[in-house]
């Protein structure tokens, strides 16, 4: 079992910055993917960032050049550094991982995180 939690939204200014952190607790996995969704009320939740577990990323092009997705494997914990944000980055953020228990792999969320970029 994993258990996943976020921190690290708030309130903040357009233009300006923001980084989220997304834990991994427990113990006797190895994470294969971790990924960054925004969820924006109406809509369906969307990819923002991608990193694998050889260490390679992407990003939705909404956010190429302003957002930077990084980790700490020590401490099992995904960022997500957000500068240059806009209005249209506000909404719920979660947290996806792929865990793999031996020859099993299973799938995680974690509770979200509230971004709210004013203008």
């Known amino acids: 079992q994993v258990q996943l939690v976020e921190s690290g939204g708030g309130l903040v200014q357009a233009g300006g910055s923001l980084r989220l952190s997304c834990a991994a607790s427990?113990?006797?996995?190895?994470?294969?993917?971790m990924e960054w969704y925004l969820q924006v009320p109406g809509k369906e939740r969307e990819l923002v960032a991608t990193?694998?577990?050889?260490?390679?990323?992407n990003y939705a092009d909404s956010v190429k050049g302003r957002f930077t997705i990084s980790r700490d494997n020590a401490k099992n914990t995904v960022y997500l550094q957000m500068n240059s944000l806009k209005p249209d980055d506000t909404g719920v953020y979660y947290c996806?991982?792929?865990?793999?228990?031996?020859?099993?792999?299973?799938?995680?969320w974690g509770q979200g995180t509230q971004v709210t970029v004013s203008s």
């Open positions: 990193i694998r577990s050889g260490g390679t990323t």
């Open positions: 996806y991982g792929i865990f793999s228990f031996g020859s099993y792999q299973y799938q995680y």
């Open positions: 427990g113990s006797g996995f190895s994470i294969n993917v």
